[in-house]
């Protein structure tokens, strides 16, 4: 049975499950597949690390939590809808985390910050 690459568009027999004419074309789709991949993960990446670089620098070191106004997050440009995970905890707030640093929304106006023990 002929089939046809799903690169080059030329036709080939082989195994049933095939779907390249040759390694060139199988490793080029690859290669394509992974780069635009990498560069979605990255962008989200980047702000993922800059979110939680600007929670620590509010929190500081020696700090394991902070309340703060939303204002403060505002100027730094801190991107809301960015988090790696969450967790409600029993009184039902959800707590939005990034890594081991994580924003609750307090009030409309105050975010508290804390920091994983």
């Known amino acids: 049975m002929n089939k046809i690459c799903k690169i080059c568009k030329k036709q080939f027999s ?6 390249f ?7 080029y789709y ?8 990498k560069d979605v993960a990255s ?26 106004l939303r204002l403060v997050l505002d100027k730094k440009k801190f991107n809301f ?14 707590f939005y985390w990034l890594y081991d640093l994580a924003w609750m929304e307090f009030s409309t106006d105050e975010i508290l910050i804390v920091k994983k023990r």
């Open 81 to 94: 809808k960015y988090h790696t995970h969450f967790t409600v905890n029993s009184q039902n707030k959800t």
């Open 14 to 19: 082989g195994r049933s499950d095939k779907l």
């Open 43 to 68: 962008e989200i990446d980047s702000i993922l690390h800059r979110n939680r670089s600007i929670l620590l620098e509010i929190i500081g070191k020696s700090l394991s939590q902070k309340k703060v």
């Open 21 to 27: 004419c040759s390694p060139k074309c199988k490793s």
């Open 30 to 37: 690859h290669f394509k597949l992974r780069s635009i991949t």
